[in-house]
């Protein structure tokens, strides 16, 4: 299908636009963004402004009016819709199991279509099922309707994995749980996407879990135009304008720290001290934060050793210090480089 190597597919647009009939204005216009090979990109934006629509066209849900759309070099609109899709996995608030089949028959649904023989579908639909920390032999046989909303959005990434797809389209995946079971789906999907690598466009209204999750995050405005497309260091450290200020909120330095791990802090106390609140290894600096305001103690302890909140507010200023002086730095290439373009012009 798409031409892929080791490191996954890009997905390219080019002047992409849907105008539905009858709307005065079009939901989606003339969008062109690059989506790097094995990077989740999260698409951030108000409501209606066309997030859904611009991710529907790319599984040909919705037929764009104009532009173009490549995965991996690929022209997607050339192609059958239905082959199309069965290469790309899709994952919705909704979930979409189908309740009449089994949670083994809705993960093993395309590898069906797609002719794989039996024992093959059965041992992937093991394979994946333990990928999302589901037991094989307990849900395998149960019915959707028999299963907690959490576990459900489990299935629903399984089965979108179910072919191995180099390209991944969730659609606000974990909107509809509740905040704990949220952070507790997202934290694993961060682990698995460190390992799988797919091409990923992630829809969310939630600011911070684009900022969790996302390698790269566009900020959409109405008619997902693009407010600005970067990381989330970079945005946080510098939006491009209010509109993407107003989106990150007054709280920029703590969502930084949601960014940082403890093991990005080197501890000046190297004792393992257990009286104190245990952070283990991969716990955001936000996280640690919060367990220091919840335990009422201003240290707790990482596997690096004793973490204090002094230690962790220097962490997140020098990060924005780094910041600062990195794009300074590029300022002055870019003007100095503008100088030799100019003197070589004249
Ligand atoms: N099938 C359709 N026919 C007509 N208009 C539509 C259709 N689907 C979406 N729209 C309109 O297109 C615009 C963008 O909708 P879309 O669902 O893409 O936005 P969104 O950013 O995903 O919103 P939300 O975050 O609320 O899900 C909206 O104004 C919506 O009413």
Same mark, same amino acid.
């Given at each position: 299908?798409?031409?892929?190597?080791? #490191?996954?597919?890009?997905? =390219? &647009?080019? %002047? $992409?636009?849907?105008?539905? *009939? @009858?709307?005065?204005?079009?939901?989606?216009?003339?969008?062109?963004?690059?989506?790097?090979?094995?990077?989740?990109?999260?698409?951030?934006?108000?409501?209606?402004?066309?997030?859904?629509?611009?991710?529907?066209?790319?599984?040909?849900?919705?037929?764009?009016?104009?532009?173009?759309?490549?995965?991996?070099?690929?022209?997607?609109?050339?192609?059958?819709?239905?082959?199309?899709?069965?290469?790309?996995?899709?994952?919705?608030?909704?979930?979409?199991l189908f309740p009449h089949l089994t949670v083994?028959q809705n993960?093993?649904?395309?590898?069906?279509?797609?002719?794989?023989?039996?024992?093959?579908? #059965?041992?992937?639909?093991? =394979? &994946?099922? %333990? $990928?999302?920390?589901?037991? *094989? @032999?307990?849900f395998?046989d149960r019915y959707p309707r028999q299963l907690?909303?959490?576990?459900q959005?489990?299935?629903?990434?399984?089965?979108?994995?179910?072919?191995?797809?180099?390209?991944?389209?969730?659609?606000?995946?974990?909107?509809?749980?509740?905040?704990?079971?949220?952070?507790?789906?997202?934290?694993?999907?961060?682990?698995?996407?460190?390992?799988?690598?797919?091409?990923?466009?992630?829809?969310?209204?939630?600011?911070?879990?684009?900022?969790?999750?996302?390698?790269?995050?566009?900020?959409?405005?109405?008619?997902?135009?693009?407010?600005?497309?970067?990381?989330?260091?970079?945005?946080? #450290?510098?939006?491009?304008?209010?509109?993407? %200020?107003?989106?990150?909120?007054?709280?920029?330095?703590?969502?930084?720290?949601?960014?940082?791990?403890?093991?990005?802090?080197?501890?000046?106390?190297?004792?393992?001290?257990?009286?104190?609140?245990?952070?283990?290894?991969?716990?955001?600096?936000?996280?640690?934060?919060?367990?220091?305001?919840?335990?009422?103690?201003?240290?707790?302890?990482?596997?690096?050793?004793?973490?204090?909140?002094?230690?962790?507010?220097?962490?997140?200023?020098?990060?924005?210090?780094?910041?600062?002086?990195?794009?300074?730095?590029?300022?002055?290439?870019?003007?100095?480089?503008?100088?030799?373009?100019?003197?070589?012009?004249?």
């Amino acid at each position: 299908m798409f031409n892929s190597d080791a #490191a996954g597919v890009g997905i =390219e &647009l080019r %002047a $992409l636009t849907k105008q539905f *009939p @009858g709307q005065s204005a079009p939901a989606v216009d003339n969008v062109t963004l690059d989506i790097p090979a094995g990077e989740l990109v999260a698409f951030v934006g108000p409501s209606g402004c066309g997030k859904t629509t611009t991710m529907k066209m790319i599984n040909r849900l919705v037929e764009p009016t104009s532009g173009e759309i490549r995965i991996g070099g690929e022209d997607v609109l050339a192609m059958h819709p239905d082959h199309l899709r069965r290469h790309i996995g899709y994952v919705i608030q909704q979930i979409g199991l189908f309740p009449h089949l089994t949670v083994g028959q809705n993960i093993g649904l395309v590898p069906k279509l797609l002719g794989w023989p039996a024992a093959r579908i #059965a041992s992937r639909v093991e =394979e &994946l099922l %333990a $990928l999302v920390h589901l037991d *094989p @032999g307990t849900f395998r046989d149960r019915y959707p309707r028999q299963l907690s909303g959490g576990q459900q959005q489990r299935v629903g990434v399984a089965r979108a994995l179910a072919a191995d797809p180099p390209v991944m389209l969730m659609d606000e995946p974990f909107g509809a749980t509740d905040p704990i079971t949220r952070e507790h789906l997202q934290n694993e999907f961060v682990k698995l996407q460190k390992e799988l690598r797919k091409t990923i466009i992630f829809v969310t209204h939630d600011f911070e879990e684009a900022i969790k999750l996302g390698d790269r995050i566009v900020v959409l405005r109405e008619r997902s135009r693009i407010a600005q497309y970067d990381t989330p260091a970079n945005i946080l #450290a510098h939006p491009a304008d209010d509109y993407v %200020a107003g989106f990150i909120g007054g709280d920029a330095t703590l969502k930084r720290l949601a960014l940082m791990t403890v093991d990005d802090v080197e501890c000046e106390d190297r004792r393992h001290d257990p009286s104190l609140p245990q952070v283990p290894s991969g716990t955001t600096l936000r996280e640690a934060l919060d367990l220091m305001v919840a335990s009422g103690d201003d240290r707790c302890c990482s596997p690096s050793g004793i973490l204090t909140f002094t230690a962790l507010c220097e962490a997140a200023g020098a990060q924005v210090n780094r910041e600062r002086r990195a794009a300074n730095g590029s300022r002055v290439k870019k003007a100095e480089k503008e100088k030799e373009v100019a003197a070589s012009d004249r």
